[in-house]
């Protein structure tokens, strides 16, 4: 999905992240729905992302 598609199909800010996935919390394999805990670049702690990823 693109970045303006999600822009324009929530009311939620989305922020663009680059990282590594740490850990994957939960994922749906029906839907792609998942939970991830990511470290991501300029940020110290574990950073939850949660959305949609193939698998």
């Known amino acids: 999905m693109s970045q303006s598609a999600v822009q324009s199909a929530s009311t939620t800010?989305?922020?663009v992240l680059a990282g590594l996935v740490e850990r994957v919390t939960y994922?749906?394999?029906e839907n792609g729905f998942c939970v991830?805990?990511?470290k991501?670049?300029?940020?110290k702690d574990l950073v939850t992302v949660v959305g949609h990823a193939a698998s």
């Open 13 to 15: 800010p989305t922020e």
């Open 27 to 29: 994922h749906n394999a």
């Open 36 to 38: 991830l805990r990511v």
């Open 40 to 43: 991501a670049r300029g940020h």
